[in-house]
C-alpha cells in the first residue's frame, strides 16, 4: 500500500481528488458562510490548513502499520451520554464550560462539590485519536474534547489574569 501511495500515477490521482473536495467544501461553506470563503486567500487558507493536511493524514493512517481508533467511550455511550465529571477530569480532558462558552484548565476557578465533581459531561465535542503499534504501547494523538454543565458558575480570576489569558485565541479549543 506505501509503494501504491509513493507512485506518481496515485499522486495525480489524490491531487485531483483533493482539488475536487476543495472546491465542492468551498462552494457548500460559501451557500452556509457567505462572505466567509468568498475571497482567494481565504479560500486557499481552507485548502493548505485543512484539506491538504486532512488527505494526507487520512493516506498516512491507511498506509501505516500502526491502528487508528477513537477513543472508545464513544461507541459503548454515544457522544450526547451524560456523566459526572470531576476536577481531576481537567487534566485528562479538554473542556468547554456551556454557560459561558470558556475552555476549562487546571488553573480554572471551578468551585468542586465535597466529592471533586463539578458538573455533568453534556456532549462530545471532538473524540480522542489513539494510535495502536503493536508491541508498543498506545499513544494518544489527539485529546478528547466534552462540552461541560458545571454544577457551581466558575469562580472570577483578578483582572490582569483574565486578559493575559484571553488576548490568545477566542476558540476555546484551541
Not at 491502528?67 to 480532558?93: L, V, W
Not at 489527539?142 to 454544577?151: K, T
Amino acid at each position: 500500500m506505501t509503494a501504491i501511495a509513493a507512485s506518481v500515477e496515485y499522486k495525480q490521482d489524490r491531487t485531483e481528488a483533493t482539488n475536487k473536495l476543495g472546491i465542492s467544501l468551498i462552494t457548500t461553506l460559501a451557500s452556509v458562510l457567505p462572505g466567509v470563503v468568498e475571497s482567494e486567500p481565504s479560500q486557499k487558507n481552507l485548502y493548505q490548513k485543512i484539506i491538504e493536511p486532512a488527505v494526507d493524514l487520512a493516506v498516512k493512517i491507511q498506509t501505516s502499520a500502526a491502528e487508528y481508533h477513537f477513543n472508545p467511550r464513544i461507541a459503548k455511550k454515544g457522544p450526547a451520554a451524560r456523566r459526572s465529571i470531576t476536577s481531576s477530569d481537567i487534566q485528562d480532558f479538554k473542556m468547554v464550560d456551556i454557560k459561558s462558552g470558556k475552555r476549562l484548565k487546571m488553573d480554572s476557578q471551578v468551585v468542586p462539590n465535597n466529592n471533586g465533581r463539578i458538573g455533568d459531561q453534556i456532549l462530545i465535542l471532538t473524540p480522542a485519536l489513539i494510535r495502536c503499534q503493536p508491541g508498543s504501547m498506545s499513544v494518544r494523538l489527539s485529546q478528547q474534547a466534552i462540552l461541560v454543565e458545571l454544577d457551581n458558575p466558575l469562580g472570577r480570576r483578578g483582572r490582569s489574569i483574565g486578559i493575559a489569558r484571553d488576548a490568545g485565541s477566542d476558540d476555546p479549543l484551541a
